[in-house]
């Protein structure tokens, strides 16, 4: 069965420290991949999507993410979170149909 | 359309009414689906419509719940009697198709509804 896991309902980090928002994919095939953010009564955003070519995919704001099909996973990364960067963010799959992760939320502490 | 439309934008409702939820996806776009959103949950899937093919309704969690898509564009989400824990915002949700991995979901705003 395809399934998309992310793995920290909360991260907290301190304003310019990195970020590392992890998601892991369950599927017998490489699918598209994609992080949507939502900011507080806001709608969801596309940040970045993984399609088949590069393997490091950015995004905006700085985000990126790495597809390892190694380790089934699509975690995201920020060199240095800002203020404006608190939000939930959403890991999704692509398996002939859209999955979403259960969602981390992430602080950032100034 | 430029974007994915969705009205009402909030909806406040007494227990037991019916109510109706339209979304106008980008034009040309086939896939469309419903998602719910509960306050501070995450999305939770509801109905996706692809093309002329059946639904795939396996997401709704009642039978007071129902979608349509006429002609092939705008849907309706409606649900009967409704409860205080149908209180969410519902997204709606298009894209060109499913089956390539250049697709992206295009989401509305979204439609506030309260249950009192």
């Known amino acids: 069965a395809q399934s998309v896991t992310q793995l920290d309902s909360h991260v907290s980090v301190s304003e310019g420290t990195p970020v590392l928002l992890r998601c892991n994919y369950s599927s017998s095939y490489s699918p598209s991949l994609f992080w949507y953010v939502q900011h507080p009564n806001k709608g969801l955003q596309l940040l970045l999507k993984?399609?088949?070519?590069?393997?490091l995919v950015k995004g905006i704001n700085g985000f990126e993410a790495e597809f390892k099909k190694s380790e089934t996973s699509f975690h995201l990364t920020k060199p240095s979170a800002h203020m404006s960067d608190a939000a939930e963010y959403f890991c999704v799959v692509n398996f002939n149909k859209f999955y979403f992760g259960s969602g981390t939320k992430l602080n950032v502490k100034p | 359309g430029a974007g994915v439309s969705q009205s009402p934008s909030n909806k406040v409702t007494e227990k037991g009414k019916d109510v109706e939820l339209r979304c106008d996806p980008i034009s040309g776009h086939t896939a469309l689906y419903w998602y719910r959103q509960s306050l501070g949950q995450g999305l939770e899937f509801l109905i996706y419509f692809q093309g002329n093919s059946a639904p795939d309704k396996s997401g709704l969690p009642s039978d007071r719940f129902s979608a349509e898509r006429t002609g092939g564009s705008v849907s309706t989400l409606t649900i009967q009697r409704t409860q205080q824990e149908d209180s969410a915002v519902y997204l709606c949700?298009?894209?060109?198709?499913?089956?390539?991995?250049?697709?992206?979901?295009?989401f509305g705003a979204g439609s506030r509804l309260t249950v009192l």
């Open positions: 949700a298009s894209s060109r198709r499913t089956d390539s991995g250049a697709n992206v979901l295009t």
């Open positions: 993984y399609t088949s070519a590069a393997t």
